[in-house]
């Protein structure tokens, strides 16, 4: 097996994790770019806290999603994986990790200039992880199958995820919990915020996004890739 197949990468196309480190620093840039116009230090703060739940929760699945997995070739996230459930759940994770530690050289940073307390910072950096771990459960179901069908999919179900409460709330008046409302838990930032996300919130959305991977690796996972080395492994022999 390829050094690009053991670490998940697409054969001939390979999107190292540093590409995703610098480009999340690109995107961190430029939303800094974007609020450092704003003469107030807590909104520009706040905004860029959006921006960076906007990076994870949108910009990085549809990404991963839209690309082509090589999925008539090895089935899995990439192609030439055929390593199996194991290898797609650790290139999802390395990326969602990677993104994620790039972010707190942002969130602590911008605790000093809004006047966070250490508790703010964390939840901030607890609601974004935690919604990007829902993320990245969507693009380990896209990759299951090998059929484009199924990265379609899994970017509609995330879509409705992740703007459904808000509509729900915005255009119908439906009271929904905290946690249930990615975008309504951005409004507690800051000392002034508006209420929104608190610490049992964070938790729940961590053990909801965790209850999706444990059915991804329980029912998904066992398609594309598995049955695709597997075949291989008996024609080998």
């Not at 935690?130 to 993320?135: A, D, H, I, K, Y």
Request: hydrophobic share 55%; net charge positive.
């Amino acid at each position: 097996m390829s050094r690009q197949a053991v670490l998940g990468l697409p054969v001939g196309r390979a999107t190292p994790i540093r590409v995703v480190s610098v480009a999340t620093s690109v995107w961190l840039l430029g939303t800094w770019g974007v609020v450092h116009w704003i003469d107030s230090s807590l909104p520009a703060a706040r905004w860029m806290g959006a921006g960076m739940a906007v990076g994870l929760w949108l910009v990085w699945p549809i990404w991963r999603l839209s690309m082509d997995w090589g999925r008539a070739g090895g089935g899995g996230l990439v192609e030439g994986d055929g390593g199996g459930k194991g290898a797609r759940a650790s290139r999802v994770i390395a990326e969602w990790a990677c993104i994620g530690l790039v972010f707190q050289v942002v969130v602590w940073p911008l605790r000093v200039v809004a006047g966070w307390s250490v508790e703010e910072a964390l939840m901030l950096s607890g609601w974004v992880l935690g919604w990007g771990l829902w993320g990245a459960a969507a693009v380990a179901w896209g990759a299951v199958g090998r059929a484009r069908g199924w990265a379609t999919g899994a970017a509609a179900a995330w879509m409705a995820v992740l703007f459904g409460p808000a509509a729900a709330r915005v255009l119908g008046g439906v009271a929904l919990p905290a946690w249930a409302d990615a975008w309504a838990g951005l409004a507690w930032l800051g000392p002034t915020g508006e209420g929104g996300a608190d610490g049992w919130a964070i938790v729940a959305v961590w053990a909801s996004g965790l209850l999706v991977w444990a059915a991804w690796w329980a029912a998904g996972a066992g398609r594309g890739g598995d049955g695709h080395a597997n075949e291989s492994t008996s024609k080998a022999g």
